[in-house]
T-cell receptor, first 114, second 111 residues
Framework: ETGVTQSPTHLIKTRGQQVTLRCSSQ?????VSWYQQALGQGPQFIFQ???????GRGNFPPRFSGLQFPNYSSELNVNALELDDSALYLC?????????????FGPGTRLLVL | QKEVEQDPGPLSVPEGAIVSLNCTYS??????FMWYRQYSRKGPELLMY????GNKEDGRFTAQVDKSSKYISLFIRDSQPSDSATYLC???????????FGRGTSLIVHP
């Protein structure tokens, strides 16, 4: 296991609603990234947080926002949900493994927007 | 054209076969190349990590990078049914670790 947990595992929302997804990583993993993985596609980078500050952002609109907390947990918030937001949302924490940085992924939250 | 191209498959092989999975890319700034394995209903798991061109071997897995052709490969020897999963290639440039993923290739190894 990677030590990265996500909640909830599944979620159903309707268009226009707001959703909060949660992630908890291991102690000492200061960097957390969020990805969106649509069915049959690879993960798409949403944003990254390092020590509670946004440290990089992919091509996602501002209605996708996040927070990172001192206890190595983080949140992804999505406002005004659209049908195309239906996907698997993955959280990944980054840690040094030997000489390289390695991302450890959680199992994901599967979001369905109706 | 996407930055990273990967055939989605599915690729179906008999147990014991040698499997070859490939990705091409267009961004010459990519220096770090990764292969992830993703089982159904799980997050991706890092299998192999290579810096720049060359080969890297780990057990039954061999990763190859040819930067001149912008082409990377993952070989799996003596494939097992437990290798059945989606294999994602990913790559990044120097600096912050933000990989660009391919869409994944679905591999089915049948007994």
């Amino acid at each position: 296991e990677t030590g990265v947990t996500q909640s909830p595992t599944h979620l159903i929302k309707t268009r226009g609603q707001q959703v909060t997804l949660r992630c908890s990583s291991q102690s000492g993993h200061n960097t957390v990234s969020w990805y969106q993985q649509a069915l049959g596609q690879g993960p798409q980078f949403i944003f990254q947080y390092y020590r509670e500050e946004e440290n990089g952002r992919g091509n996602f609109p501002p209605r996708f926002s996040g927070l990172q907390f001192p206890n190595y947990s983080s949140e992804l918030n999505v406002n005004a949900l659209e049908l195309d937001d239906s996907a698997l949302y993955l959280c990944a924490s980054t840690a040094q493994r030997g000489a390289q940085e390695t991302q450890y992924f959680g199992p994901g939250t599967r979001l369905l927007v109706l | 054209q996407k930055e990273v191209e990967q055939d989605p498959g599915p690729l179906s092989v008999p147990e014991g076969a040698i499997v070859s999975l490939n990705c091409t890319y267009s961004n010459s700034a990519f220096q770090y190349f990764m292969w992830y394995r993703q089982y159904s209903r799980k997050g991706p798991e890092l299998l192999m990590y290579t810096y720049s061109s060359g080969n890297k071997e780990d057990g039954r897995f061999t990763a190859q990078v040819d930067k001149s052709s912008k082409y990377i490969s993952l070989f799996i020897r003596d494939s097992q049914p437990s290798d059945s999963a989606t294999y994602l290639c990913a790559m990044s440039s120097g600096g912050s670790y933000i990989p660009t993923f391919g869409r994944g290739t679905s591999l089915i190894v049948h007994p």
